[in-house]
């Protein structure tokens, strides 16, 4: 009987055994799996907005939000979740049951265009691009009277890329203890990135359409770089307002170049477009529509449009650029974007992601990554105030960086920090402090900024230190400023020089008081013994310092000596709108033989001293300024065209002066977008000299001897050429980008861009002034005169070219098409010009 019961329960163990054999698939099967998690770029560490999840071989997945997180659960049985997005290699990991952390860091893709399917009918995305279109008026923020809202911005800008050759550099092995944690910020199977600097800023964002006016009131900001101080004009730039794109535009303008919206009015020119799905957004059930570039070389993205079915407004976009697009040393640019609705039915950017990814310049360098991220709140429309209120482009607070407490940005921010973002302030303290480090940095500041700094005081511009001339030989310059830990009210100068052939001493001495920052308004005085070039203002190429260090090079004809006495007075009235009055006493001491009676009846002479008072007047309604510690900077004269309107009066007797007379001068400068044909850069200038002067203090046309393009000169006019008393003369440049070159197989691999250019002077000089120009100078011998224009005939020249050949290079073949008569008038050049373009 036992060993009956004993059998018994054996097979009564086997039958239970069999049962949970039976059951378990069936209750794993039955068990949830949930998957929580983040998809990041590998190479950047940045979130993936809009990327699809999956369980594998199911119809089970989801979008990761804005912040690349995503939560996906499922009763199937699966083994395995996949992550893809566009641009990137598709990743999948194993799953087990129950609830899991599982990330994904994605690698970007090879990129290949997207095969063209010819099929009948009509592409079912024109349909609802059409509809988009049509909407845009409705939807579009610039159709609001005014908005204006909360935003949080955070920047980063790593170094990334790093090759294991420049690991071997002496400054990377220094700190290669924190490029060891440095590993992780990006991710487990990521790349090491070198964190430079990261800001973080809250401001109210202020925009008024008619006029269009922004101004954005920085109330807090955070900053921590290397080489960077939490101040000045670094504050100015961690706003908001330098990184925001909107769609709705046709064209968008992005690091100088006019990239194509996929939504633009005629994109169907530029696009392929993909209807690919239908799905709810949020609470907006929206049509998802892939798109891609017609040619890789197209300033045009690749991505994903999200457009709401009831408004047809766009939801979301993921923008990429192509890596083979005609710009020079970037690898990507990307925008990723996330609007809301207002009540009055324009939609605003709710959240923005922007990504650019610098190139290694070469295998032993390393690359940049610059990251930005914003959030908007509390949004107000259709209010819009007075418009002095928009005076100031961009407004800090005072005590914008008092708040450093980790609580506080919390408090502003969507999300706190991750641990890795953490980590990225305790890195850059680590590595800003080490010595070499600081050398270094003290090293590009010199490069970038022209100066070294020794604390209050700062010894530049370090170009101009070596000349040499056909008049001072060897040139040695020394100058030094005093800068904003100096004083923030005064401003001291100091230049001089030294020339070894003429065996002079040249200097400089000035001051500037600023009495106000909040309306920039400054006074001060300079005195300077030095020489020059006939007709080279230093006004007029002011904005590039390496022309003018350029000029002091060569056989410097038409050269002279002055000593000048230079006090002015400025303020900045409104936004876009200022004046100068300044007073200047200067005199004339050629180093070439000329001649000029100081009237028709008078003895030639070849010397003069002269006074003026001129009154000038400026409006640039569209001009971007900021502070950058005692200086006022001009980044960009944006859409509209800026005005320069000068009267300048001449005293006779005043301070020895010799002359009386009156001048006139308007000089206009404008951007001009052109879309497909690119952009032109438009300066006209015009000039009325009422009085009869010796022709140095007529207007003398700057030509141009070397063989390098300069857009401030007439390329193929001598110098001193010309001289007039009534001209207008015009500079216009074109560029054309890619509109040729992007469309030839195979050239379109090189990335050169096609660019035209005109100069032109339509000017005369009165008979009386013409008398003034005499054929000798004071001791009989041969004078080198000036001529002018006759007969009405304008000075043209006309060029063409092809730059970025080799990324550097630029080559134009230039025109000259009057005066071809005049003593050694060149009628054609080809010049040769060095620049580093995007």
């Known amino acids: 009987m036992k060993a009956q019961a004993m059998r018994a329960g054996i097979a009564g163990q086997k039958k239970l055994l069999s049962l949970v054999a039976w059951f378990f698939p069936l209750i794993t099967f039955c068990q949830e799996i949930e998957v929580k998690g983040k998809v990041t770029d590998a190479l950047t560490g940045e979130a993936i907005p809009f990327a699809n999840v999956v369980f594998k071989n199911t119809t089970t997945g989801v979008t990761t939000d804005f ?44 990129t290949s265009l997207k095969e063209l399917v010819i099929k009948s009918g009509e592409n079912p995305a024109y349909a609802i691009l059409r509809k988009v279109i049509q909407n845009k008026p409705l939807h579009d923020k610039r159709n609001l009277s005014a908005y204006e809202s909360d935003i949080y911005t955070k920047t980063e800008i790593d170094i990334s890329q790093i090759s294991e050759k420049l690991r071997k550099k002496k400054v990377m092995k220094k700190i290669a203890q924190v490029l060891d944690s440095i590993d992780r910020v990006v991710g487990e199977d990521g790349k090491p990135i070198l964190p430079l600097a990261i800001t973080e800023s809250y401001s109210r964002l202020y925009y008024r359409t008619n006029p ?61 477009y993909d209807l690919t799905d239908s799905l709810y957004v949020g609470t907006d059930f929206c049509y998802r529509i892939d798109y891609f570039p017609r040619s890789p070389a197209e300033l045009a993205f690749k991505g994903t449009i999200w457009i709401t079915k009831k408004e047809y407004a766009l939801k979301q976009i993921d923008a990429a650029m192509d890596k083979r697009a005609n710009i020079n040393f970037i690898d990507k640019i990307q925008i990723q ?74 408090s502003l921010r969507n999300e706190p920090l991750t641990r890795t973002e953490k980590n990225v302030y305790r890195m850059i303290d680590t590595v800003k402090n080490l010595p070499i480090v600081r050398t270094y940095v003290d090293i590009f500041k010199v490069l970038v900024q022209g100066y070294y700094n020794f604390g209050s005081i700062e010894a530049g511009p370090y170009i101009n230190s070596i000349a040499q001339n056909g008049v001072e030989g060897v040139r040695a310059q020394l100058g030094f400023r005093t800068n904003y830990n100096f004083s923030k009210k005064m401003v001291y100068n100091a230049m001089g020089a030294y020339g070894f052939g003429d065996d002079r001493f040249k200097y400089s001495l000035g001051v500037r008081r600023i009495i106000s920052r909040k309306h920039w308004t400054t ?37 002279y000596y002055y000593d000048e006495m230079f006090a002015f007075a400025s303020r900045e009235f409104i936004r876009g709108f200022s004046g100068r009055v300044a007073l200047r006493s200067w005199s004339f001491n050629p180093t070439y033989k000329i001649g000029f009676p100081y009237d028709s009846t008078a003895p030639v002479l070849n010397r003069f001293k002269t006074t003026e008072v001129f009154l000038e007047a400026r409006y640039a309604p569209s001009e971007t300024i900021f502070q950058n510690g005692n200086e006022l900077v001009r980044i960009g004269r944006g859409r509209k065209p800026a005005f320069t ?45 009422f009085d009869d002067l010796p022709y140095p203090l007529l207007t003398v046309h700057l030509g141009n001897r070397a063989h390098t393009y300069t857009p401030y000169t007439f390329n193929l006019m001598n ?43 339509y000017g005369s000089m009165r008979p009386s002034n013409q008398l003034l120009i005499s054929n000798y100078t004071p001791s009989g011998e041969p004078a080198l005169k000036t001529g002018y224009f006759t007969n009405g005939i304008p000075y043209v020249e006309l060029g063409y070219g092809v730059e970025n050949i080799l990324k550097l290079l630029r080559i134009d073949f230039v025109h000259r098409l009057t005066y071809l008569d005049n003593k050694y008038a060149r009628k054609f050049g080809i010049l040769f010009t060095v620049q580093f373009k995007l």
């Open 67 to 110: 912040e690349g997180n995503f939560t996906l659960r499922t009763t199937e049985q699966v083994d395995s979740i996949m992550a893809t997005s566009i641009g990137y290699n598709p990743r999948t990991k194993r799953v087990n049951p129950g609830r899991q952390v599982i990330n994904f860091q994605l690698n970007e893709a090879v």
């Open 212 to 272: 269009m006016l922004k101004s954005e009131n920085i109330i807090n900001t955070r900053i921590n770089g290397i080489g960077l101080n939490d101040g000045g004009s670094v504050n100015q730039l961690v706003g908001s307002s330098f990184q925001e794109y909107n769609f709705y535009q046709n064209w968008l303008p992005i690091l100088s170049k006019n990239f194509v919206s996929p939504i633009a009015d005629g994109g169907r020119l530029y696009y392929e």
């Open 337 to 410: 974007q996330e609007l809301m609705p207002t009540p009055v039915g324009a939609w605003l950017p709710k959240k923005n992601r922007v990504l650019i990814n610098v190139s290694p310049l070469s295998k032993k360098s390393a690359g940049m990554i610059a990251k930005f991220y914003s959030s908007n709140k509390n949004v107000i429309t259709n209010q819009p105030h007075p418009l002095s209120f928009y005076d100031k482009r961009v407004l800090v607070e005072e005590n914008a960086s008092n708040h450093h407490d980790d609580r506080f940005w919390d």
């Open 523 to 559: 006074v001060g005085v300079r005195f300077t013994h030095d020489i020059t070039r006939l007709g080279l203002d230093p006004e007029v190429v002011s904005n590039s310092p390496l022309y003018l260090a350029a000029a002091r090079w060569g056989k410097f004809i038409r050269a």
């Open 645 to 689: 309107l000068r009267y300048t009066h001449g005293f006779e007797g005043v301070f020895g002066s010799d002359f009386d007379y009156d001048k006139l001068m308007l000089n206009i400068d404008q951007r001009v977008n052109m879309g497909v044909l690119g952009n032109g850069v438009l300066s006209v200038r015009s000039e009325y000299i």
């Open 719 to 761: 110098y001193g050429e010309f001289a007039s008393d009534r001209s207008v003369s015009m500079h216009y440049r074109q560029y054309f980008e890619g509109l040729l070159f992007n469309r030839i197989p195979l050239m379109n691999r090189l990335k050169w861009r096609l660019v035209g250019t005109a100069n032109l002077i």
